[in-house]
């Protein structure tokens, strides 16, 4: 074991949630003095971008063969468009004097680390360099302008977290919550993409190194002291799935050569608890470069969505849930196999995903129609079958329940009281149709390469962020859960050592609306509103 590995153990074991002791985080919370949800830049160029809500005619159905969907034309216009669908504001709440912001992409806490930025070379659209995202102004600050040509490559979309912004609420877990988020952001992505015609390449080789380099991340003097992003993902964005491989060093060559421009402002709140280990763990699981395969899973006929509105109608009105009808009707079976057909890595929502699937979901039925209420297995990787039923405890039966999809039926009960006590005692795990654990071939997994540990709570987060537009489409709703008793899920199960870890909890029903809060316009504030 390598000293990195042992370092991401660490933090892991470290940062688990115990009945007797919840992981390291603030003693209190000054809810007047929380970081500033949208960065900005001074100093920089500003572009405007169109007006955002746009509609356009795929249906979400439609996004099961994204091949089907003429693409639009990459212009000004519709990389907006494509910037607002996976990372722009789809609405505003208030209650009383308070009013805060919701995203299609999803974050913890709301406390939204992530930070997208656009890379134009080429475009005629627009100047070649980087672009920061505003998703607030729906607005693109110009951090750096291209000296030196280079051929057109489509748009690269990069993506960073700001790990101090999770952790101002949730301490030492937030690191694995902002690697979360990096995952539903990538899955919004992907659907924004899809929606457009355009196809996604996660540019899976670029190191960490690399990243920051192209987004400016490694300009140390241009962030505030603890408020610096740490890299994460590049992505590149084409109209169509096939075009030359991007030249990687010699953009990263112009990149160092570019003009650069701007500074971070503070992200304002006092930095009142300090968290040194989320900066050893990233430093442990930072990536390299790396010679990546060009493993993908054969597409299969999934099963129809039952939905019937637009994409861009289902992006815009995707919400978490805060609390659940206890006494709903049950979810239709063919939903469900529905949502659970979805995050196979035979679908197309996967195609963009380089590695095979390490994420497995044990799941916890309660109002489904036709199912026992019960726990169940969905391993996402037959080959993980065999290896999974050894892990887990004997008296599960293992018993195929479809041949729809690989679901397996392994406890009867009622596990309602079980499923909330696992997620923290919180009601909107038992209060739902069904919530689920899901679990990750972890130390093979990191044995020898310890930045996967962030990979695998990317997989849990683009698993996520499927079930969520799922459930929307279904007339339902779901609620990530990253809250919760880590080995008291694995003694459930019978997991004994780490082979098998739990990384992230996922829940699904009828909402309850609250109706003190009312629902204001996205962008409103851009047209006079408030």
């Not at 949630?17 to 992981?23: L, N, Q, W």
């Not at 057109?152 to 912004?165: A, C, D, K, P």
């Not at 009281?417 to 654990?437: E, M, R, V, W, Y």
Request: charge should be negative.
């Amino acid at each position: 074991m390598t000293q990195q590995t042992e370092t991401v153990l660490n933090y892991h074991n470290r940062t688990k949630h115990r009945t007797e002791r919840y992981a390291k985080g603030p003693e209190s919370l000054d809810w007047d003095d929380q970081p500033d949800q949208f960065r900005h830049f001074s100093g920089c160029e500003i572009v405007a971008l169109p007006k955002p809500g746009t509609d356009l005619e795929p249906l979400f159905t439609d996004l099961d063969t994204p091949e089907i969907i003429p693409p639009k034309p990459v212009n000004l216009a519709n990389a907006g468009l494509l910037l607002e669908l996976a990372f722009g504001l789809s609405a505003w709440k208030q209650f009383g004097p308070s009013r805060w912001a919701l995203r299609c992409n999803p974050s913890s806490g709301n406390l939204h680390p992530t930070e997208a930025y656009l890379i134009s070379t080429g475009n005629d659209f627009i100047q070649s360099g980087v672009y920061h995202y505003v998703s607030h102004d729906h607005t693109l600050e110009q951090r750096c302008r291209f000296s030196n040509t280079i051929e057109e490559s489509g748009l690269l979309i990069g993506l960073s977290s700001v790990h101090w912004r999770e952790a101002w609420k949730y301490g030492e877990r937030a690191f694995r919550y902002c690697q979360h988020d990096i995952g539903h952001a990538l899955g919004a992505l992907r659907y924004a993409s899809a929606t457009l015609g355009w196809s996604i390449e996660l540019l899976a080789e670029a190191s960490d190194d690399d990243i920051a380099t192209l987004l400016g991340l490694n300009r140390t003097d241009d962030f505030k002291v603890l408020e610096h992003e740490m890299p994460d993902i590049i992505c590149r964005i084409t109209p169509h799935p096939a075009g030359k491989p991007l030249d990687s060093n010699t953009l990263i060559e112009v990149a160092q050569a570019g003009t650069w421009f701007g500074k971070a402002d503070s992200l304002r709140a006092y930095h009142l608890y300090k968290w040194p280990i989320i900066d050893e763990v990233a430093t442990a699981a930072s990536k390299p470069r790396t010679v990546e395969s060009d493993w993908q899973a054969v597409r299969r006929h999934t099963m129809k969505s039952s939905g019937t509105k637009t994409a861009t109608a289902i992006i815009r009105q995707r919400r978490s849930a805060q609390q659940f009808d206890g006494k709903m009707s049950l979810l239709p079976q063919t939903d469900f196999y529905r949502m659970l057909a979805a995050v196979l890595p035979t679908t197309a929502a996967f195609e963009h995903w380089r590695w095979s699937p390490k994420i497995h979901l044990f799941i916890f039925v309660h109002r489904v129609e036709g199912l026992e209420p019960g726990l169940y297995a969905l391993p996402r990787d037959l080959d993980a079958l065999e290896k999974l039923q050894t892990a887990t405890l004997a008296d599960l039966d293992w018993q195929k329940v479809t041949d729809q999809i690989p679901l397996y039926h392994l406890y009867s009960g009622d596990f309602r009281l079980t499923a909330k006590n696992l997620s923290c005692h919180q009601p909107i795990a038992s209060d739902s149709a069904f919530s689920l654990g899901m679990v990750a071939e972890f130390s093979e997994t990191l044995d020898t390469t310890p930045w996967q540990y962030r990979r695998l709570f990317w997989e849990c987060g683009l698993i996520g962020q499927v079930l969520y537009l799922e459930a929307e489409a279904a007339g339902v709703r779901g609620t990530g859960i990253g809250c919760y008793f880590d080995d008291n899920v694995h003694e459930l199960l019978g997991f004994k050592d780490e082979q098998f870890q739990s990384l992230y909890h996922f829940t699904v029903g009828k909402p309850l609306e609250d109706k003190r809060l009312e629902t204001l316009p996205a962008y409103g504030h851009l047209n006079g509103g408030v």
